[in-house]
């Protein structure tokens, strides 16, 4: 039963990629559009967690962005490479995320922009994947690496909808 969904922060959520020098709590970042709302419905019926690879920013720094972007409440949990020291696709960091959410990997869904870094990762584990198409880092190469795919994220609570009713169904 799914229980909780993971995200990537940069050039996901956000528009810009956040493995930067500079601390993201120091950065000026952009919502995509329908991401507050999406993660306002979602947070209603599931835990969610954050995964990002950050260059200097520990939990503390990404969770101040978070607050000025207005979507910091929704997370429930935050985990950056900075503080596992780990990066995607590491099993190591989807598997902290995991444990952070207090749920099992057949009970998550991970969203992200990267095919090999976040659908890879994921699935290394055994989460369930859909990649997010509206990046400038996705390439038609990767249309078969995920198992579900998103445009916008006005899209996702149709993909979360299919998943569990296919639950539902025992399937």
Do not use: C, W
């Amino acid at each position: 039963m799914l229980k909780a969904i993971i995200f990537d922060l940069g050039d996901t959520l956000i528009y810009e990629r956040v493995d930067d020098v500079r601390k993201l709590d120091e950065m000026t970042l952009h919502l995509r559009p329908h991401v507050h709302d999406m993660l306002e419905s979602l947070s209603r019926r599931f835990r969610i967690g954050l995964i990002t690879d950050t260059e200097t920013s520990h939990e503390a720094s990404v969770r101040v962005a978070l607050r000025k972007l207005e979507i910091e409440a929704f997370f429930s949990a935050v985990v950056t490479s900075t503080d596992i020291g780990a990066r995607k696709p590491d099993s190591e960091i989807f598997i902290e995320a995991l444990h952070r959410l207090s749920v099992s990997p057949d009970e998550a869904i991970m969203v992200g922009n990267d095919a090999e870094r976040d659908i890879i990762g994921a699935k290394k584990v055994g989460i369930v994947s859909i990649l997010y198409r509206a990046s400038k880092y996705y390439n038609e190469q990767d249309e078969d690496r995920a198992d579900y795919y998103i445009d916008s994220f006005d899209e996702i609570q149709d993909i979360i909808s299919a998943i569990t009713q296919r639950e539902g169904q025992g399937h």
